[in-house]
C-alpha cells in the first residue's frame, strides 16, 4: 500500500504548491499556482517505477479519463458551469491532471450555512442551473453515473436579482460513462460513498447506467434542495 502521507512538494509541473488537500493510495491533490498567479488543483497520480507496463498503462487510463471527459464539454455554454481541466503532464513525481481551482462548498455544506435565509424559489433555481448542466453533458453523450449532492459545489451568496448567482460547479466526473462508445472505467474503481445517490440499476452494475439513471439522482438532488436535507440516507442495500 502507498503511504498516505507522502513528504510535501514545493514544485511539480512547473506549479509551487501552495497546499494539500488529500493524500490516498492512489494520488495526491494539492493546489498549485504558476508563475502567472493562476491556481490550479492538482491531482498527482503516482506512477511506481517497479510497475509493469499494464499496470502502468491501467494507472494513465484511470488518471486521464476525468480530464478527458471534462475536456470533451470545453465548448459548453456559458450557463453551462463545468470544471476546467489542462491537459496532463507526466513527471519524475506522477501523472499531474491540472483543473480549475473553484473554491466552494459542496452544495449541503452550502444549504446549512445559508439555506434558511433563501426562500424556495432560489433553492430550486440553483437546482435548475445544475439540471441544465447535467442536460448537456447527456447532449455531449456522458452519463454522469455518481450525480450527489456532495459533486456540487457551489460559491457565493443567491441575490434574488440575479440569476446567475450564486457561482457553481458540477464536478464528480471520475467515473462518467461514454454513451454509445462502450467507454468507461471499471467498477473496481467505484466506491460505496460515491454510489450513495446512485440509481437502483446502476448500483446493481455500473455499465448499466444510462441518462434516466442520472435523472433518478438529480430527483434526489432537488429533494435535498427543496428539505435542505437529504431525501433518504442513501440508495446503496
Not at 488537500?21 to 495526491?28: G, K, L, V
Not at 448567482?165 to 467505484?190: C, H, M, N, V
Not at 446512485?198 to 446493481?204: D, F, L, T, Y
Amino acid at each position: 500500500r502507498g503511504n498516505r502521507n507522502p513528504p510535501p512538494l514545493r514544485q511539480v509541473a512547473g506549479f509551487t504548491i501552495i497546499d494539500q488537500f488529500d493524500a490516498n493510495d492512489r494520488y495526491r491533490e494539492v493546489l498549485g499556482e504558476d508563475t502567472t498567479g493562476v491556481r490550479r488543483n492538482l491531482r498527482i497520480y503516482r506512477l511506481s517505477w517497479a510497475a509493469s507496463d499494464a499496470e502502468l498503462d491501467r494507472v494513465r487510463k484511470r488518471a486521464t479519463w476525468e480530464a478527458a471527459i471534462l475536456r470533451s464539454f470545453q465548448r459548453a455554454p456559458d450557463d453551462v458551469c463545468l470544471p476546467a481541466v489542462d491537459v496532463p503532464i507526466e513527471t519524475d513525481d506522477g501523472l499531474v491532471v491540472p483543473m480549475e481551482h473553484f473554491d466552494g462548498q459542496t452544495l449541503p455544506e452550502w444549504l446549512d450555512q445559508h439555506g434558511a435565509t433563501l426562500d424556495l424559489r432560489a433553492r430550486v433555481g440553483l437546482w435548475a442551473r445544475v439540471a441544465r448542466a447535467l442536460a448537456w453533458t447527456h447532449k455531449s453523450g456522458v452519463v454522469h453515473r455518481q450525480l450527489r449532492p456532495e459533486c456540487i459545489l457551489v460559491k457565493g451568496e443567491a441575490d434574488p436579482r440575479d440569476p446567475t448567482t450564486p457561482a457553481y460547479r458540477l464536478t464528480g466526473f471520475s467515473l462518467a460513462k461514454r454513451q454509445g462508445l462502450g467507454a468507461t472505467i471499471a467498477w473496481s474503481e467505484a466506491h460505496a460513498d460515491a454510489l450513495e445517490g446512485a440509481a437502483p440499476e446502476v448500483v446493481q452494475a455500473l455499465t448499466d447506467a444510462t441518462a434516466a439513471s442520472d435523472q433518478f439522482s438529480l430527483g434526489l438532488v432537488l429533494a435535498h434542495c427543496v428539505l435542505r436535507r437529504p431525501l433518504v440516507p442513501s440508495t446503496l442495500p
